[in-house]
Structure formats: structure tokens, C-alpha cells
Nanobody
Framework: QVQLVESGGGLVQAGGSLRLSCAAS????????MGWFRQAPGKDDEFVAT????????YYADSVKGRFTISRDNAKNTVYLQMNSLKAEETAVYYC?????????????WGQGTQVTVSS
């Protein structure tokens, strides 16, 4: 079992930045590929970014490339999502996931989500 707890969400103006954190506990964290998804009101889950166990391999949705950065600190069992130049349409609940399956939008474990609201 892996437990994931997100934090760092909040209200930010368009063009601003936020840094999300996801603290993991339970099964050994550094084995896991980790990822972030988001769900806007009335929309399906959307893949945002993923990072490999060593923190070297990363992959981003085209919509966030160049603005978002995923990283991890295995010593702290934490994965981060730095979000810059945020847009109003990126208002969503952001979820941390362990062992995400990008194609299907599923994952082995999910956090409870953290709300990000971007005002225009």
C-alpha cells in the first residue's frame, strides 16, 4: 500500500505560480514512477506529468511543457509539481498518483487531490 497526501494548492492569479507537493508513505517510495493528473469541473481526468523512480526521466502533457516541472526527493518521499505561468483554464483538482498509466488515465494509488484555482 502507498498513501499519498497532496498539498500546496490554492488561489493564484493568471500568470502566477504554485508548487504542489505530494508526500508518500507506506510501500517503498523510490520504486515508484509518480505522476500528476488534474480534473477540471465537468471534465475528465487529464494527465499532467510523470517522473521515473530515479527522477531522471520525465514526461509532460503538451499543454504544460515549458511551464510545469515535476521533480522528486526520494530522501523525503515527496514528489513536486512546480507550475508557472498558470492559466485560468488550468483551474482543477490536482491529483498525485503512484504508478500512473498514462494511456488509460489510471494509477495504482491516488491522493485525495488539492484544489488549484487560477483567477483571470
Amino acid at each position: 500500500q502507498v498513501q499519498l497526501v497532496e498539498s500546496g494548492g490554492g488561489l493564484v492569479q493568471a500568470g502566477g505560480s504554485l508548487r504542489l507537493s505530494c508526500a508518500a508513505s507506506g510501500r517503498t517510495f523510490f520504486w515508484n514512477t509518480m505522476g500528476w493528473f488534474r480534473q477540471a469541473p465537468g471534465k475528465d481526468d487529464e494527465f499532467v506529468a510523470t517522473i521515473g523512480p530515479a527522477g531522471i526521466i520525465t514526461y509532460y502533457a503538451d499543454s504544460v511543457k515549458g511551464r510545469f516541472t515535476i521533480s522528486r526527493d526520494n530522501a523525503k518521499n515527496t514528489v513536486y509539481l512546480q507550475m508557472n505561468s498558470l492559466k485560468a483554464e488550468e483551474t482543477a483538482v490536482y491529483y498525485c498518483a503512484a504508478e500512473p498509466k498514462i494511456g488509460s488515465g489510471t494509477a495504482d494509488y491516488w491522493g485525495q487531490g488539492t484544489q488549484v484555482t487560477v483567477s483571470s
